[in-house]
C-alpha cells in the first residue's frame, strides 16, 4: 500500500512539472562554430532525455559483452548448484525410506557435481551407513573432521562408528576432542561425563558438569548434580565420613526428593548422634516419595530404643502419608518387631486383596511370629511366588537392588527409577525422573519349564522367612520387538536399537484362559 501511495506521488509531481512547463513555452538557442540552433524548450528536454536513453542502452551492451564469461560462469555454477541441491535433496529422502539404490546414485551425482559441499560428505557417509559400508562412512566423516566448518559432525559420525567396533577408548578420545572444539556439544558433554562416571572419577565427573552449566538448565543442572554428590558420597562413607556427609546433605539440599541422598545423609546424622536434623531429612523425602530405604533409615535412627518406641516413631511417619503402601509396610514390620500383631494385620488389612510379594512374605512372617502356623506361611509364600511385583530400581531394562547414579546398560546418567521392572509401572511417585525409558526386561531370564521334569521353586523362602525378591521373575515370552533398522546418524536419525524386546508372561496368559474357560455346570451344558 505505501508503494502504491508513493508511484501515486512520483506519477502526481512529474505531471505537475510537465504540465508547468507546458504553460510557459518558451525558446532555446545553441551557438557553436558557427552553427546556430533554435528550438523550444520541450523539443531540447525531449532531446535531452533520448540522449540519455541511448547512452544507456550503448553502456549496458557494452558492459554485458565485457561481462559475458564471468556471467556465463555465474549461470553454469547456479545452475550445478541447483543439480546439486535437488540431488542432496532426493538422496536424504531416499535415506529416510530406506533406498539403498536411490541414496548412492544420488550421493554419487553430488560428488561430480559438489564434492566440497559439507552436505555432500554428510549425504556420502550417510549412504555408506546405509548400505553397510563402514569404511566409506568413517573415511567420510574423517574428511568432515578435518575441515572447520564441518569438525563436529565429523567427530560425533568417528564417535559412533568407534562404538560399533566396540573401541571405547577411541570413541571416548573422539568425544574429548569433540567437547574441547565445542563445550556447548551435548552429546560430546555426556560421552565424557559417562566415562568419568563409569571409571569411578566422581571429582572429575562434576567438574566436567560445572564446564557445561550454561548449557543445562537449572533444574537439569541441580539434579546431575546431586546424583553425582550422592554416588561420591557413597564412596567416600568408608574411607572419610565426614567428607561424605557434607557431599551428602549437599545432595539433598540440591534434589530433596532424592530418596538416596536423603536415605545416606539420614544415616550419617543419626551416627553422628544429630537425631533431630536426620528425622527432618528423611520426614522430607518420606512426604515427597515414601520408599523403603527412608522408612528403614527413619527406623534405625536410634539404636538403643525399643520395639515399641520404634513402633510409635514409624507410625507417626506414616501419618504423613497414609494412605500409601509404604507406610503400611513400614508399621506392619515395625509392628512385628514389636509384637503387636493385631496393629501389623491392619495396616496390611487393605492390601490382602490383591497381595504384592512384599505383603504375602510379611503376613508370612506375621503368621510364623503370631501363630506358628507353618501352613499358613507356607500359603502365603505360595501366594507371594505369584502375586504382583514390587517396584524396584530399574534402569534400561536392569534391575537392581540397589541405587545406582547411572545405567550399567547405557551408561546414562540419573537412569534408575523406583517402579515395577516387568510391567514398567512406577510407583505412587515417581523417585527418579530421567528421559521415558523403553520396555523393562528382566535382567537375567529364567529357563521355561520342560512337560514331565519337576518344576523348580522361583523363590525359596530365606532362613528368616523373606523371599529374595529379585528371583521372582516370569518365564521369557515370544518376542515382538521390531526387526533392527539400517543405522543412521544426523541428519536422518534411523535409531542404532529398537529398544529391549517386549516380554510376554505366559503364566499370566494360562491364569487369564483358565478364568476365561467355562468349569463345573457351566463346562458341562456348554
Known amino acids: 500500500m505505501i508503494r502504491v501511495v508513493l508511484f501515486l506521488l512520483v506519477v502526481g509531481a512529474l505531471s505537475l512539472g510537465v504540465a508547468w512547463l507546458a504553460d510557459r513555452p518558451g525558446d532555446v538557442v545553441v551557438t557553436w562554430q558557427g552553427l546556430r540552433i533554435e528550438t523550444s524548450l520541450m523539443v531540447a528536454a525531449g532531446a535531452v532525455l533520448?540522449?540519455?536513453?541511448?547512452?544507456?542502452?550503448?553502456?549496458?551492451?557494452?558492459?554485458?559483452?565485457?561481462?559475458?564469461?564471468?556471467?556465463?560462469?555465474?549461470?553454469?555454477?547456479?545452475?550445478?548448484?541447483?543439480?546439486?541441491y535437488q540431488a542432496i535433496s532426493g538422496g536424504l529422502v531416499a535415506i529416510g525410506s530406506g533406498d539403498v539404490a536411490a541414496a548412492q546414485k544420488h550421493a554419487a551425482v553430488v560428488n561430480r557435481l559438489a564434492p566440497e559441499e559439507p552436505l555432500a560428505l554428510l549425504l556420502a557417509a550417510q549412504?555408506?551407513?546405509?548400505?553397510?559400508?563402514?569404511?566409506?562412512?568413517?573415511?567420510?566423516?574423517?574428511?568432515?573432521?578435518?575441515?572447520?566448518?564441518?569438525?563436529p559432525l565429523g567427530l560425533h559420525g568417528l564417535f559412533i562408528e568407534a562404538h560399533r567396533r566396540n573401541d571405547h577408548a577411541g570413541a571416548l578420545a573422539y568425544a574429548e576432542e569433540a567437547a574441547r572444539t565445542v563445550p556447548s556439544l551435548g552429546?560430546?558433554?555426556?560421552?565424557?561425563?559417562?566415562?568419568?562416571?563409569?571409571?569411578?572419577?566422581?571429582?572429575?565427573?562434576?567438574?566436567?558438569?560445572?564446564?557445561?552449566?550454561?548449557?543445562?538448565?537449572?533444574?537439569?543442572?541441580?539434579?546431575?548434580?546431586?546424583?553425582?554428590?550422592?554416588?561420591?558420597?557413597?564412596?567416600?562413607?568408608?574411607?572419610?565420613?565426614?567428607?561424605?556427609?557434607?557431599?551428602?546433605?549437599e545432595a539433598q539440599k540440591l534434589a530433596p526428593t532424592l530418596v538416596p541422598a536423603a536415605a545416606l545423609a539420614?544415616?550419617?546424622?543419626?551416627?553422628?548422634?544429630?537425631?533431630?536434623?536426620?528425622?527432618?531429612?528423611?520426614?522430607?523425602?518420606?512426604?515427597?516419595?515414601?520408599?523403603?530405604?527412608?522408612?528403614?533409615?527413619?527406623?534405625?535412627?536410634?539404636?538403643?530404643?525399643?520395639?515399641?518406641?520404634?513402633?510409635k516413631r514409624i507410625e507417626a511417619l506414616a501419618k504423613r502419608v497414609p494412605e500409601h503402601i509404604e507406610s503400611a509396610i513400614a508399621v506392619a514390620r515395625a509392628a512385628i518387631d514389636?509384637?503387636?500383631?493385631?496393629?501389623?494385620?491392619?495396616?496390611?488389612?487393605?492390601?490382602?486383596?490383591?497381595?504384592?510379594?512384599?505383603?504375602?512374605?510379611?503376613?508370612?512372617?506375621?503368621?510364623?511370629?503370631?501363630?506358628?502356623?507353618e501352613g499358613r506361611v507356607r500359603e502365603w509364600l505360595a501366594r507371594a511366588v505369584h502375586a504382583a511385583p514390587d517396584p524396584a530400581w530399574t534402569?534400561?531394562?536392569?534391575?537392581?537392588?540397589?541405587?545406582?547414579p547411572a545405567s550399567p546398560i547405557t551408561g546414562r546418567l540419573d537412569a534408575f527409577e523406583w517402579r515395577v521392572p516387568l510391567?514398567?509401572?512406577?510407583?505412587?511417585?515417581?523417585?527418579?525422573?530421567?528421559?521415558?525409558?523403553?520396555?523393562?526386561?528382566?535382567?537375567?531370564?529364567?529357563?521355561?519349564?520342560?512337560?514331565?521334569?519337576?518344576?523348580?521353586?522361583?523363590?525359596?523362602?530365606?532362613?528368616?522367612g523373606t523371599v529374595?525378591?529379585?528371583?521372582?521373575?516370569?518365564?521369557?515370552?515370544?518376542?515382538?520387538?521390531?526387526?533392527?533398522?539400517?543405522?543412521?546418524?544426523?541428519?536422518?536419525?534411523a535409531p542404532d536399537d529398537p529398544g529391549p524386546e517386549i516380554v510376554v508372561d505366559e503364566e499370566t496368559e494360562q491364569e487369564q484362559e483358565r478364568e476365561t474357560k467355562p468349569g463345573g455346570w457351566r463346562k458341562l451344558f456348554g
Open 266 to 311: 539420614g544415616r550419617l546424622l543419626a551416627e553422628d548422634g544429630q537425631h533431630r536434623k536426620a528425622g527432618r531429612v528423611i520426614d522430607g523425602a518420606w512426604r515427597a516419595n515414601p520408599h523403603p530405604e527412608l522408612a528403614q533409615a527413619f527406623a534405625e535412627l536410634r539404636s538403643g530404643e525399643s520395639a515399641r518406641e520404634r513402633l
Open 50 to 84: 533520448l540522449t540519455l536513453a541511448v547512452l544507456a542502452i550503448l553502456w549496458s551492451i557494452l558492459r554485458a559483452i565485457v561481462l559475458s564469461p564471468v556471467t556465463l560462469r555465474n549461470f553454469r555454477h547456479r545452475r550445478r548448484s541447483t543439480r546439486a
Open 395 to 404: 534402569a534400561d531394562g536392569h534391575v537392581s537392588e540397589h541405587w545406582q
Open 127 to 151: 549412504s555408506a551407513q546405509l548400505s553397510g559400508d563402514r569404511d566409506g562412512a568413517e573415511r567420510a566423516f574423517r574428511a568432515m573432521a578435518g575441515r572447520d566448518d564441518t569438525k
Open 187 to 249: 552429546w560430546a558433554s555426556r560421552a565424557v561425563m559417562e566415562a568419568r562416571v563409569r571409571d569411578g572419577d566422581w571429582a572429575s565427573a562434576l567438574q566436567l558438569l560445572e564446564q557445561n552449566l550454561r548449557t543445562l538448565e537449572k533444574s537439569v543442572y541441580r539434579r546431575l548434580r546431586a546424583v553425582l554428590l550422592t554416588a561420591q558420597a557413597h564412596a567416600l562413607e568408608g574411607s572419610d565420613r565426614e567428607r561424605a556427609k557434607a557431599l551428602a546433605l
Open 338 to 373: 514389636a509384637q503387636e500383631f493385631a496393629k501389623a494385620r491392619a495396616a496390611l488389612a487393605s492390601y490382602l486383596a490383591a497381595p504384592t510379594k512384599r505383603i504375602a512374605v510379611l503376613m508370612a512372617q506375621l503368621e510364623r511370629a503370631e501363630h506358628n502356623d
Open 468 to 493: 529374595d525378591l529379585t528371583r521372582l521373575r516370569p518365564e521369557p515370552g515370544p518376542s515382538t520387538a521390531p526387526p533392527k533398522p539400517a543405522p543412521v546418524i544426523p541428519l536422518v536419525h
Open 423 to 464: 510391567t514398567g509401572i512406577a510407583g505412587a511417585t515417581p523417585v527418579i525422573e530421567p528421559e521415558p525409558p523403553p520396555a523393562m526386561l528382566p535382567s537375567a531370564p529364567i529357563a521355561p519349564t520342560v512337560p514331565g521334569q519337576p518344576e523348580t521353586p522361583s523363590a525359596p523362602p530365606a532362613d528368616d
